[in-house]
């Protein structure tokens, strides 16, 4: 599946890696979006830096990302992700394994 974060249009892309704009990291204990457009739902957040990246970057806000994805087979799923921090000088979006293996509630699911 892809997620194609930050373009124009409101569906999701097919997968292109010179366009996917989105890191999986293993080492990321939250998501992060540096999109407020991504988020269904958001709760400002003042005081709080997200540290890890360059000197630490301000938290502008905490929600819920809703990020489309697109199956091989061309079906679109909305992926939503709670509890994400929106940093809006992130250079990047951070999809963290952990965090979404937390939310889930299927056993055996692959996460």
Not at 2 to 8: K, L, P
Not at 49 to 59: H, R, T
Request: glycine fraction near 8%; hydrophobic fraction near 40%; proline fraction near 8%.
């Amino acid at each position: 599946m892809a997620y194609i974060s930050g373009t124009t249009t409101s569906h999701p892309v097919p997968f292109s890696v010179d366009a996917m704009p989105i890191y999986i990291d293993s080492g990321a204990s939250l998501s992060v979006s540096n999109n407020e457009c991504d988020f269904v739902a958001l709760k400002p957040v003042k005081d709080k830096n997200l540290s890890g990246i360059a000197m630490g970057l301000p938290i502008a806000g905490i929600g819920t990302i809703k990020w489309p994805l697109l199956t091989d087979s061309g079906t679109e799923v909305d992926l939503y992700i709670r509890n994400a921090l929106y940093v809006p000088h992130c250079p990047m979006n951070l999809l963290s394994p952990q965090h979404l293996a937390q939310q889930t509630k299927h056993v055996n699911d692959g996460f």
